[in-house]
């Protein structure tokens, strides 16, 4: 089992826009935010980008890390991934807001779902928001007041973008290998391979 990684930063505005935007931050008593994703790289990314945002970020891969670190100290922001290689991550949210009733979560998916949607917001998750995820429209929904939502973001995913996002991301879970790829995704592994072989759609 990995151990769940510290990342500490504290803010420091430089007149940029983005971190007037969420100069609030400062005036929060508690910036702690666990962020629970197995795609290590967008972890990586993620974690650097919330601490430039003032946040002290706390990083873990899998719902086991995740449900260990809010038993040791519940934090009072969260960011978890849905689908998580041991788990579902809709049972870190629960757990978050058993042990910190007043902590807000948001929950990220590959694809998008209506109904996984509902159900994370009824679990306690303030939002809901497709990878990979701009950290500006994370801050938001972590930072929106009340019931508010994010604004929709200028540039949103295409549908097709989503698609293959979340073909790409089962393709890495199956090691790469196209046959076991087309075998979960349900698609013939021909078709599978016209796809790969293309670039990201906008």
């Given at each position: 089992?990995?151990?769940?990684?510290?990342?500490?930063?504290?803010?420091?505005?430089?007149?940029?826009?983005?971190?007037?935007?969420?100069?609030?931050?400062?005036?929060?008593?508690?910036?702690?935010?666990?962020?629970?994703?197995?795609?290590?790289?967008?972890?990586?990314?993620?974690?650097?980008?919330?601490?430039?945002?003032?946040?002290?970020?706390?990083?873990?891969d899998t719902?086991?890390?995740?449900?260990?670190?809010?038993?040791?100290?519940?934090?009072?922001?969260?960011?978890?991934?849905?689908?998580?290689?041991?788990?579902?991550?809709?049972?870190?949210?629960?757990?978050?807001?058993?042990?910190?009733?007043?902590?807000?979560?948001?929950?990220?998916?590959?694809?998008?779902?209506?109904?996984?949607?509902?159900?994370?917001?009824?679990?306690?998750?303030?939002?809901?928001?497709?990878?990979?995820?701009?950290?500006?429209?994370?801050?938001?929904?972590?930072?929106?007041?009340?019931?508010?939502?994010?604004?929709?973001?200028?540039?949103?995913?295409?549908?097709?973008?989503?698609?293959?996002?979340?073909?790409?991301?089962?393709?890495?879970?199956?090691?790469?290998?196209?046959?076991?790829?087309?075998?979960?995704?349900?698609?013939?592994?021909?078709?599978?391979?016209r796809i790969?072989?293309?670039?990201?759609?906008?």
């Open positions: 089992m990995q151990d769940c990684a510290p990342y500490v930063h504290h803010l420091q505005p430089h007149g940029n826009p983005t971190l007037n935007a969420i100069a609030e931050l400062t005036d929060l008593a508690d910036r702690s935010l666990l962020i629970v994703e197995d795609d290590k790289p967008f972890l990586e990314r993620l974690s650097r980008a919330m601490e430039t945002r003032g946040f002290a970020v706390t990083s873990c719902v086991t890390d995740g449900l260990a670190q809010i038993n040791k100290a519940a934090p009072a922001f969260a960011v978890v991934d849905l689908r998580l290689g041991d788990g579902n991550g809709l049972d870190v949210v629960s757990a978050l807001k058993r042990k910190r009733p007043e902590a807000r979560a948001i929950v990220l998916t590959g694809y998008g779902n209506i109904a996984t949607a509902v159900t994370a917001v009824k679990m306690g998750a303030v939002d809901y928001l497709s990878k990979p995820a701009d950290a500006d429209d994370v801050v938001a929904a972590l930072l929106a007041s009340g019931t508010d939502k994010s604004e929709l973001p200028s540039n949103p995913m295409s549908a097709d973008r989503v698609r293959w996002e979340h073909i790409q991301r089962i393709y890495e879970m199956c090691n790469r290998n196209v046959s076991e790829t087309a075998r979960r995704l349900n698609m013939h592994r021909r078709t599978l391979q790969l072989a293309k670039r990201a759609p906008r």
